[in-house]
């Protein structure tokens, strides 16, 4: 039982937050046909590229401004529900445009729903933007731009999702300049799909102070002991990591291996419907198939925080709090 911890998540979609049961009414509002991506109150998908296309195509039922405050204030109060006392949504300004929304509107929906929901439970949020690799480098650039002009306290991050096997990390240095030079947080997605070799690329072309997952740095020992030395924060999904079959099952996660050899974790959800999970079953799994104690499980909530893009003074009321 892990409801009385405090928690925190550094990494999840907001598009990939989106409860099926709310999915549904949205494309029945919109008659959008979505019976290929969602059955039986679940998403359908078959591999990390069908799952690529799930999302991009679920994100089409969101459409307005009040569609995307929803969606956000519906995750966190879930969030709040469980004890998180702080979030970050990895947000996608392209998603925005792709539906004709476009990325401001986007972006006033989904702080609209970060005010919503912490005038009711105090929950804090600020929101990653992402490129998506799979949509070309120059969107990714254009990301960046957009995140490092919007001149919004709320947006603290930039990140860089997608399909992982489209180019190299060296391939965005330039976007990654952009959102570092506008005093962003950096942090990348590495070593989920591809290979130690690719949480590499990102601490060459990068060295982002997060890498989302990471997970895969356990192939190469010599990786490992580089991410303990930098101090490198992974944000590992195990739920996700079962469900796209990185590793077979969660005795064969490395999680712990990665934890004892020094190197900072912490655990979020992802896409927590997509992948059949939620914050609270990471915690749960923590606790039970990886077998953390409740101190051990503070101590990474608290790395969140130290890792948490947020000013300072926000930081240290929110360690106070675990
Ligand atoms: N797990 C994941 N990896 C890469 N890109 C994503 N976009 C949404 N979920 C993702
Ligand atoms: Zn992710």
């Known amino acids: 039982m892990t409801l009385h911890l405090k928690k925190v998540e550094l990494h999840c979609h907001l598009e990939g937050a989106a409860p099926p049961a709310l999915t549904e009414a949205q494309a029945l509002k919109y008659g959008v046909d979505i019976s290929g991506e969602l059955r039986g109150g679940a998403y359908v998908w078959h591999d990390f590229a069908s799952f690529l296309e799930c999302y991009d195509k679920v994100s089409e039922v969101y459409r307005t401004e009040e569609d995307y405050a929803l969606l956000t204030e519906t995750y966190l109060d879930e969030l709040a529900g469980i004890n998180t006392i702080y979030s970050e949504l990895i947000v996608s300004p ?129 990786l490992v002991k580089r991410l303990a030395d930098l101090g490198t924060v992974l944000e590992i999904c195990p739920g ?36 059949h999970t939620s914050l609270k079953r990471e915690y749960e799994l923590a606790a039970g198939a990886f077998g953390f104690s409740d101190a051990e499980i503070d101590a990474m909530t608290r790395t969140a925080i130290e890792a948490a893009f947020v000013d300072e003074e926000t930081r240290k009321a929110l360690l106070a709090r675990i």
């Open 94 to 222: 392209d998603h925005g445009k792709r539906i004709g929304l476009g990325a401001d509107a986007y972006i006033a929906g989904v702080c609209e729903g970060i005010r919503r929901a912490r005038e009711k439970s105090g929950i804090e949020a600020r929101l990653i933007v992402t490129g998506e690799r799979h949509f070309g480098p120059e969107s990714v650039i254009g990301a960046a731009e957009y995140a490092a002009k919007a001149g919004n306290p709320l947006i603290t991050g930039f990140n860089l999702a997608g399909e992982e096997r489209m180019g190299r990390v060296a391939d965005y240095i330039r976007a990654f300049d952009i959102a570092r030079d506008a005093g962003l947080g950096l942090t990348i997605h590495a070593g989920e799909v591809c290979g130690a070799f690719s949480v590499a690329d990102a601490l060459d072309a990068v060295r982002p102070s997060r890498i989302g997952h990471g997970v895969r740095a356990i192939e190469d020992l010599d």
């Open 240 to 275: 996700s990591n079962i469900a796209l079959k990185v590793f077979p099952d969660f005795a064969s996660h490395p999680l712990r291996r990665l934890k004892e050899a020094g190197v900072r974790v912490t655990i979020s959800s992802d896409d927590p419907p997509f992948f």
